[in-house]
């Protein structure tokens, strides 16, 4: 008999048919479904003890992306810093361009950007108005319907597929 686990839950499928058939005395049914049982079991208890370790390092991985994000955040602020002392010190120099070597260092002027004081003041060829209708379906409310025997054209209930507890 194989020992994988599909194995022994085809093999106890098995067992139960028979013993629908009356091919089996009650004894010997027992006895077998006894036995396959316990051998499932223990296989579903070493395949949830590797998905708890699969799930613990889910755990590790998550925290050492944020470990890592936390990093990416400190350097980029550091070049950020370096960047702007380097801008800094040119200006103070009053150099716009400098050569060296490996870079050409260059203060550009600053770019133009738009700040709008008070909306309401601007002329209407500066301002495009709108209107949008938002449709929010309550869904807890016509679940309940639903499920009190209401028949509502547009919405069902539908039951999804079966899902794996473990405690």
Same mark, same amino acid.
């Given at each position: 008999?194989?020992?994988?686990? *599909? ?11 028979? =013993?629908?058939?009356?091919? +089996?005395? /009650?004894?010997? #049914? =027992? ?8 051998? +499932? ?40 810093? +370096? ?7 040119? *200006? ?14 260059? =203060? ?6 738009? *700040? ?6 601007? /002329?209407?060829?500066?301002? @495009?108005?709108?209107?949008? #209708? ?16 209401? @028949? *509502?054209?547009? =919405?069902? +209930? @539908? ?9």
């Amino acid at each position: 008999m194989s020992t994988r686990t *599909i194995d022994l839950a085809i093999e106890m499928q098995k067992l139960q048919a028979l =013993a629908e058939n009356g091919e +089996l005395t /009650p004894e010997m #049914i =027992a006895d077998t479904l006894e036995g396959l049982e316990g051998m +499932l079991g223990d296989k579903l208890d070493a395949t949830m003890a590797v998905v708890r370790d699969f799930l613990g390092n889910v755990e590790k991985c998550d925290a050492e992306a944020k470990r890592l994000a936390e990093r990416k955040k400190m350097w980029n602020n550091q070049a950020e810093l +370096l960047k702007k002392y380097i801008l800094d010190c040119m *200006i103070t120099a009053g150099s716009d361009s400098v050569k060296t070597a490996t870079n050409t260092f260059s =203060a550009r002027k600053g770019s133009q950007r738009l *700040i709008v004081d008070d909306e309401e003041l601007l /002329p209407d060829d500066f301002v @495009e108005s709108f209107t949008q #209708i938002v449709n929010k379906v309550k869904s807890d409310e016509l679940k309940k319907a639903l499920l009190a025997g209401t @028949e *509502i054209k547009g =919405a069902h +209930l @539908e039951t999804g597929p079966r899902s794996l507890a473990v405690r």
